[in-house]
């Protein structure tokens, strides 16, 4: 146990030391100032403005689910494209039913302009 | 090696964690998310006792197709409580009233 | 090959005609004539389903080439038939009153033709794999229905919770699966119940698995005390979306719970009072049963009485759950006779309820109904016959599946679960004859809005449909119970 993960532990306890030295030498060594311009939230040197909560659209959404939706196509694809061979001609079949299955939902999302950003 | 009986014990105590966190939360989109924790402990021991019977890979074959039917659910869902939040402007659940006994 | 295709004919009809239906709405200008497309599609699967039947299903070779994906049997055809049957009579209802109450969008049909074949295949799954996948095919197209009236509060309420406890029931049963698996090492229902029967029903982790299927499990079918969700989605859902929830996604849970109990928990001991799922399912249908009719006695609204009519109705139908532990074939025979019976009296009561209301006016509360038997008999003649079909009134068709039930409930020895199924039918029948007493004995309060029926060709024809059916499984029973029992002789002994 200790032999294989010994080295990680030693290199995770030098990392935090180090880390926590930094930080506590810059909070007790530095001098500070504040100022009202310093205590911020930093933005570019501009005046900050708006709350916390930025409203996003709802097309954005909309976009990420179907990302989302489409995206996890590749789940099925990788491992049928790795027995490929193997698989055959049913595996092919069955992939190509399975790909022309997502283009119809994808046709279907084109048609209803769920993808169209500007309206 | 790490013992199966390791990740079993994790995946229940997410599934556990999931389950009290649908049924106490009263956020929406916090119980969507006790939803997908519980989802994911299943596939976490999917994949674990898939160790056990290595001969076929039964488990984790289950356990992508459970990623995909939770993204297609995270989906329908998010839309569902979007219609929500359009007619009520709130996500929590103790305010969906209108309908009783 | 082409066999194969054959067998499985029902199915590709059911989804490549949700395919073309969605991209025929996409693409073409033409409004209308969607619902009798998707209603064309419906009575082609249940077509499709009685020509393999009749073919005979055995004598396809290669018939285990879906397996255990796919149980290709005469229960599975059995079950396309009848869901492919209630979406149908959904389909034709959803014609008339989607554009009456101006929801006429076309991807209403697409997500219920969807939802039809995730149905399908979950009631021909014999694999964790095909189960989950068709259950939640089913369970997402359902949650998008009730949802269909997005300007309604009521309905975006309804479906929320129905998402919400719809999901978290697929994670119980899932996780339940995934227990199973690690004990057992089998996915398939077959397997696990080849493991199960080697004592394994013993070992805690697969108590727990049993017991969190069965939680799932009565979630779907709506028991008590896991019904929460069902009146609320039942009620803000648009009515042709309901009688879908009612009618199909119910059988197919039933379907579920057949197979899951009788393959993968059929052993002796799986199977058993002393250390099984049988008295916990007994005691599931008792509070299902008493608590569905007291509580739907009290109910205002009609929609939400019939609501919780189908709770009840599901726990007659656990009662022949419970039954199946003596003899498995006769038992789910007649669970699938009642749940023939209950969904062509279902569609005919939801399909009444729609005639009965029309834009801005949807007739859902009694005082809606309040003498309309004399102003519109038309519409008022139905409802009372497919209510009287529900209530169990004899010679209907809703009789015969009760006595069927209660019978082989009596000879598996389970008297005092009998009586209480029977004390409650007769409590049933109060909230079904209070409907008829408002239709015919009451006269609207002056000055209140009243109902009156709009006309459509294609509700009548959904309401036709289903009298003819509930009065042919009525009059000649026999005939419809010879294909049940073939239906149910793949559950053996």
């Known amino acids: 146990m200790f032999a294989t993960y010994g080295p990680m532990f030693l290199m995770m306890l030098v990392a935090i030391t180090l880390a926590s030295l930094f930080f506590i030498g810059a909070s007790t060594l530095g001098k500070k100032k504040p100022t009202p311009e310093k205590m911020m939230p930093f933005e570019c040197g501009s005046d900050s403005s708006g709350g916390r909560h930025l409203k996003l659209s709802v097309k954005f959404y909309l976009t990420a689910i179907l990302f989302v939706v489409f995206d996890i196509e590749a789940v099925f694809i990788y491992p049928w494209a790795i027995h490929f061979k193997t698989l055959g001609w049913v595996g092919f079949f069955s992939m190509t039913g399975f790909l022309v299955t997502i283009v119809v939902g994808l046709l279907y999302c084109w048609k209803k302009g769920a993808l169209e950003w500007e309206k | ?101 | 090959m082409l066999l194969q295709a054959f067998a499985i004919s029902p199915l590709l009809m059911v989804g490549i005609g949700a395919m073309l239906l969605m991209m025929a709405e996409a693409f073409s200008k033409v409004r209308g004539g969607l619902a009798l497309g998707a209603a064309a599609v419906c009575f082609a699967g249940v077509a499709c389903a009685a020509g393999v039947w009749m073919y005979g299903v055995e004598t396809i070779p290669g018939i285990d080439a879906f397996s255990p994906w796919l149980r290709v049997d005469r229960f599975s055809l059995f079950f396309d038939a009848l869901l492919c049957l209630g979406a149908g009579l959904s389909c034709l209802m959803a014609g008339g009153y989607l554009p009456e109450h101006n929801l006429d969008r076309g991807e209403f049909y697409s997500l219920l033709l969807l939802s039809t074949f995730g149905a399908m295949i979950l009631s021909a799954a014999g694999d964790v794999l095909t189960l989950f996948l068709g259950l939640e095919t089913m369970s997402l197209g359902v949650y998008c229905l009730a949802a269909f009236r997005r300007a309604s509060a009521r309905s975006s309420e309804g479906a929320l919770k129905y998402f919400l406890l719809g999901s978290f029931a697929a994670a119980l049963l899932l996780y339940g699966f995934a227990l199973l698996y690690g004990v057992t090492g089998h996915t398939d229902l077959q397997g696990i119940g080849d493991a199960m029967a080697k004592g394994n029903i013993r070992n805690p982790m697969a108590i727990m698995g049993l017991v969190l299927i069965l939680v799932g499990l009565a979630f779907k079918v709506s028991a008590v005390p896991f019904h929460m969700w069902t009146p609320d989605a039942y009620e803000g859902a648009p009515t042709p979306a309901t009688n879908f929830m009612a009618v199909a996604v119910k059988g197919a849970a039933f379907a579920m719970m057949l197979r899951v109990l009788l393959t993968a928990f059929g052993d002796p001991r799986s199977a058993s009072w002393a250390s099984g799922w049988p008295p916990a399912l007994a005691w599931i249908a008792v509070i299902t049963m008493t608590v569905a009719n007291l509580v739907a006695g009290r109910q205002e609204s009609v929609k939400r009485m019939l609501a919780y009519s189908s709770v009840a109705h599901a726990g007659y139908i656990l009662v022949g759950m419970v039954a199946t532990m003596h003899s498995a074939t006769q038992a789910s025979a007649g669970v699938l006779f009642y749940l023939l019976t209950y969904t062509v009296s279902t569609a005919g009561a939801f399909g009444a309820l729609i005639l009965c209301g029309r834009r801005g006016a949807e007739a859902v509360t009694y005082e809606d109904l309040a003498g309309i038997g004399r102003r519109h008999p038309a519409a008022a003649l139905p409802f009372a016959f497919f209510l009287l079909s529900l209530a169990g009134v004899p010679p209907t068709a809703g009789f015969f599946g009760k006595w069927f039930v209660f019978r082989s409930a009596m000879e598996g020895g389970f008297y005092w679960l009998t009586i209480i199924a029977f004390i409650n039918s007769v409590i049933g029948a109060y909230y079904y004859l209070r409907v008829l007493v408002f239709m015919y004995m009451r006269e609207p309060a002056a000055g209140a809005p009243v109902a009156t029926p709009m006309r459509s060709g294609y509700v009548t024809a959904a309401l036709i449909l289903s009298a003819v059916l509930v009065i042919a499984l009525g009059l000649t029973p026999t005939k419809s119970l010879s294909v049940v029992f073939q239906a149910a002789a793949i559950f053996g002994g």
């Open chain 2, 1 to 101: 090696m790490i013992p199966v009986e390791y990740y079993v014990g994790l995946s229940a105590i997410l599934f556990l964690i999931g389950g009290i966190g649908f049924l106490v939360r009263r956020n929406v989109l916090v119980a969507l998310m006790s939803i997908e924790v519980m989802l994911n402990a299943t596939n976490l021991a999917l994949v674990a006792f898939n160790r056990q019977h290595a001969q076929v890979h039964t488990g984790q074959v289950l356990s992508f197709f459970v990623i995909a039917v939770a993204a297609a659910e995270a989906a329908v869902g998010l839309a569902i409580v979007l219609s929500f939040f359009r007619l009520k402007r709130t996500v929590r659940s103790d305010e969906a009233d209108l309908l009783r006994n």
